[in-house]
Nanobody
């Protein structure tokens, strides 16, 4: 089992920055990738970013590319999401996720079903 705990959410003005953290514990040696999703009120959960622990590759949703950066601290088993130039439409609950298998024909970083473990989420509110 892998446990994930997010932190760093809060209220920020448009144009501002926040850094989210996700600390993994438990069987962290089994983790293949970690990522971030978000869910705005009344909307489905959507992919934000992912980091492969296998080769360090990173992946981003088009809506955050160039503004968000996902990084990893190996020693702390922690993944970060640096969010810059925030917009009101970035307002959502942000969830951390971990996967223990690599992607495949029916498994994509971008899909919710690929991920095996989820955190409880942290709220990010961007005011205009």
């Amino acid at each position: 089992q892998v446990q994930l705990v997010e932190s760093g959410g809060g209220l920020v003005q448009a144009g501002g920055s926040l850094r989210l953290s996700c600390a993994a514990s438990g069987r962290t040696s089994s983790i293949y990738a970690m990522g971030w999703f978000r869910q705005a009120p009344g909307k489905e959960r959507e992919f934000v970013a992912a980091n492969s622990w296998s080769d360090g590759s990173t992946y981003y949703a088009d809506s955050v590319k160039g503004r968000f950066t996902i990084t990893r601290d190996n020693a702390k088993n922690t993944v970060y999401l640096q969010m810059n130039s925030l917009k009101p439409e970035d307002t959502a609950v942000y969830y951390c996720a971990a996967a223990i298998r690599g992607p495949g024909p029916s498994r994509s970083y971008y899909g919710i079903n690929y991920w095996d473990y989820w955190g409880k989420g942290t709220l990010v509110t961007v005011s205009s």
